[in-house]
């Protein structure tokens, strides 16, 4: 049930680059990973575009402040996304999903895709960025259903963002994001036909990792940034986890 890499760079590079952008995902790379996550939404004009946050005023500095959804992708790809960061990525700007994409593809990274939506763009979202990924894997997808460990996974906490990339591209895997695990989960995941559970493992017990797993789902966690905590969840039936500290693909045994 859980067909991909178990160890994966968080928002690309993790604590070493700007978040979200190809130098993070160069950076990534470059540490041994071809397992990456990243936070995926939609400019005004419906391109997909990584981002996280929903409003501007921490890691794009110009503009300070507005919503992203509120600006093109032409004005977006042309915003600085690494100045805050540091000096050495200034300029590196906001990439868009598709860019991101072909990077991964001709590294062979596989791509944990989170759809990140602005609130009032939810469904809107979640068919954009299965469309765009559809797009890049049409082969994949009609080859066959064996093919499932080469194709991109999509997340979110957005139910409805996942629904709605259910509806538009059911042969994209889906992953429902939680927090903490909510009373809900199992139908959730069947509801969304999703393969797996992501839950935040500051919220992860041992209880909660054999009922996920007990059901036939695939058990992920995010973030974990500590080597003893990545091997204890990970003897506890987790599948695989992201993590910031890059330095965790050297000494923790991957595939
Ligand atoms: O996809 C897991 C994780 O990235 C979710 O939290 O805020 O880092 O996007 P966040
Ligand atoms: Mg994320």
């Known amino acids: 049930m859980w067909p991909y890499p178990n160890i994966v760079a968080h928002r690309g ?16 790379l470059a540490h041994g990973f071809h397992a990456v996550e990243f936070d995926v939404m939609l400019s005004k004009d419906g391109i997909p575009v990584l981002m996280h946050d929903v409003e501007f005023g921490r890691t794009v500095l110009n503009p300070a402040t507005g919503r992203v959804c509120d600006f ?70 009609q080859d066959d259903h064996q093919n499932q460990a080469k194709l991109p996974l999509l997340s979110s906490f957005s139910f409805d963002a996942l629904m709605a990339a259910k509806l538009a591209v059911p042969d994209i895997p889906r992953a429902y994001l939680v927090e903490a695990l909510p009373a809900d989960w199992l139908q959730c995941l069947q509801k969304l036909d999703a393969i797996a559970l992501h839950i935040d493992h500051q919220h992860l017990s041992l209880p909660i990792a054999k009922a996920v797993k007990q059901a036939g789902f695939g058990l992920f966690c995010y973030t974990v940034n500590d080597l003893a905590r990545a091997q204890e969840i990970m003897a506890w039936g987790v599948d695989g986890f992201c993590t910031d500290q890059l330095g965790l693909a050297s000494i923790y045994p991957h595939v």
């Open 72 to 141: 093109t992708a032409a004005e977006l790809v042309a915003m600085d996304a690494g100045s805050w960061f540091s000096p050495e990525f200034r300029g590196e700007t906001i990439p868009l999903l598709e860019q991101v994409i072909v990077f991964c593809q001709k590294n062979h990274i596989w791509m944990n895709v989170e759809i990140k939506p602005d609130p009032a763009w939810e469904v809107e979202t979640g068919r954009a960025v299965a469309q765009m990924v559809r797009q890049h894997y049409v082969d994949v997808i």
């Open 13 to 28: 590079g993790g604590i070493l680059a700007p978040e979200n952008t190809l130098a993070a995902m160069r950076c990534g």
